[in-house]
C-alpha cells in the first residue's frame, strides 16, 4: 500500500488534510496522526475491521485494548455505559489533555476495539489537529501510539514513518510532540481509582479532584506477583535492541562503574552507549554517549526519550547504560512516568553502585 505523507501547515491545506483523513478513517482506513503526547495510529474506533487493521498494522497482540479518542466531553456518554461524576470532575480538570479513563463500555463499542473487555479507555485530546481529525472521523478513533508493537512510542512523524510507511493509508506529520510519553490512565472503575499508567497528569494531580487514587501494583516491581491491569503494560515494551540496564548511585560511582564496564566491553570487541545528563555526559567513555537533557528538567527528559532509544537503534550497540532519571518527587512529577518508561525498556534490569 502507498502511504500518503502530509506535512501539517497552518491555514487551508492543512484543513483539507484533516478532512482527507478524516474521510479515509470514515471509510475504514488508517492514519497516524500527531497529538499531544506521542503519535496515534487512528482508526474509526465503533467499526471492528478498523481495530482489526490497527492490530495487524503494528503487529500488536489482539487482547490489548486500544483508547478511544474524542473531541467533545458530551461523547464521553456515548462509549461508556455509565459516567461516574468522578469521570466527569476528572475531564473538568484534565480535558482536554493527556489523561485517559476506563469506564464501563457501551454496546456502540466494539469487543475488538477494547480487546474483548467490558471497559472501554477514552481520552479528549488536547492537539488541535487530533480533535478536528476526530470530528471529521466521525467522532470515535481508536488510536494507539503508532509504532510498531514493542518499538518505543514515536515522538515526530520520522519514526512513524520507519514503523508503518507502506502499512497504513495516510501519516499526518504535526512535527516533534509536546510531552514525548503516553497518556496517563486512570481506572475509574474500581474504588479507589487505580493509576495503570503514570504520565504527564500525575497521581498527586489526580488526587487533588478525586480524594484517595493508587498505583497500580505492578508500575516500579517486576515481581508485584500479579499481572498490570492495563493489558498492554505486561508486554516488554519501548526496548532498544541493545541490553539496557540502568544504573543507580552517587554521581561519581556511576560514572566509574559505568566506564569500567565500557573498558571491558570493548576488550570482548562490544560497542557501548550511554544515556546521560548533560553534566555528567562528558564524563563518560561509551562509543555513544546521548545526552537526554538537564536531569533537573524532567519535560525536556521525558521529551527526549523514545528518541533516544530509537537512536540507539541505528547504532548497532550490543549494551546501553542509562543514568536513573526522575526518582526526585521534585519538579513536575513526572519522574514516576519517566521512571516506569524506563524499567520497562530496560526490563527491570537496574544495577545499584556503591563508593567504596
Ligand atoms: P497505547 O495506545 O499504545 O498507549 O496503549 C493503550 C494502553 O491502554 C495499553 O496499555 C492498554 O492496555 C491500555 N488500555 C486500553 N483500554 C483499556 C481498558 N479497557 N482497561 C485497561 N487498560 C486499557
Ligand atoms: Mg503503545
Known amino acids: 500500500m502507498e502511504t500518503k505523507i502530509v506535512r501539517l501547515e497552518e491555514g487551508n491545506r492543512s484543513e483539507e488534510s484533516l478532512r482527507e483523513a478524516g474521510e479515509i478513517l470514515k471509510q475504514g482506513g488508517l492514519v497516524a496522526f500527531p497529538t499531544e503526547t506521542v503519535y496515534g495510529l487512528g482508526g ?3 467499526n471492528p475491521d478498523s481495530s482489526r487493521k490497527i492490530y495487524a498494522a503494528k503487529g500488536r497482540p489482539s487482547d490489548n485494548p486500544l483508547i478511544v479518542h474524542i473531541y467533545r466531553t458530551e461523547d464521553l456518554y456515548q462509549v461508556a455505559r455509565e459516567v461516574p461524576t468522578q469521570a466527569l470532575k476528572l475531564a473538568e480538570a484534565f480535558w482536554p489533555g493527556p489523561l485517559t479513563m476506563i469506564l464501563p463500555k457501551s454496546d456502540l463499542v466494539p469487543k475488538e476495539t477494547t480487546g474483548g473487555l467490558d471497559t472501554v479507555a477514552v481520552r479528549l485530546p488536547s492537539h488541535p489537529a487530533a480533535r478536528k481529525m476526530i470530528e471529521y472521523a466521525g467522532g470515535f478513533v481508536a488510536a494507539p501510539s503508532a509504532n510498531l508493537s514493542g518499538r518505543p512510542s514515536p515522538t515526530t512523524a520520522k519514526y512513524v514513518i520507519e514503523d508503518m510507511n507502506g502499512r497504513i493509508e495516510m501519516i499526518l506529520d504535526g512535527g516533534e510532540v509536546g ?25 498527586e494531580m489526580l488526587s487533588e479532584v478525586l480524594g484517595k487514587v493508587e498505583n497500580d501494583a505492578t508500575l ?16 516488554r515494551h519501548y526496548a532498544p535492541k541493545g541490553d539496557l540496564a540502568i544504573v543507580q ?12 564496564k565500557v573498558r571491558e566491553a570493548k576488550a570482548r570487541g562490544e560497542k557501548c552507549g550511554i544515556i546521560a545528563a548533560s553534566d555528567t555526559a562528558p564524563r563518560y567513555e561509551g562509543d555513544v554517549v546521548k545526552t537526554i537533557g538537564d536531569r533537573r528538567d524532567e519535560e525536556v527528559i521525558a521529551r527526549h526519550l523514545y528518541g533516544i532509544l530509537r537512536e540507539f537503534d541505528d547504532e548497532n550497540v550490543d549494551r546501553i547504560y542509562s543514568e536513573s532519571f526522575g526518582e526526585e518527587a521534585g519538579g513536575h512529577g513526572l519522574g514516576q512516568a519517566i521512571m516506569n518508561r524506563l524499567l520497562k525498556a530496560a526490563g527491570h534490569q537496574v544495577i545499584q553502585v556503591r563508593n567504596h
Open 179 to 203: 510531552i514525548g510519553l503516553e497518556s496517563t490512565i486512570v481506572d475509574l472503575t474500581v474504588d479507589p481509582p487505580q493509576v495503570l499508567r503514570p504520565g504527564f497528569i500525575t497521581g
Open 44 to 46: 474509526d474506533a465503533l
Open 220 to 235: 516500579f516491581t517486576a515481581n508485584a506477583g500479579q499481572a498490570p491491569r492495563a493489558p498492554g503494560m505486561k508486554y
Open 249 to 260: 548511585g552517587d554521581a561519581e560511582a556511576v560514572i566509574a562503574f559505568v566506564n569500567e
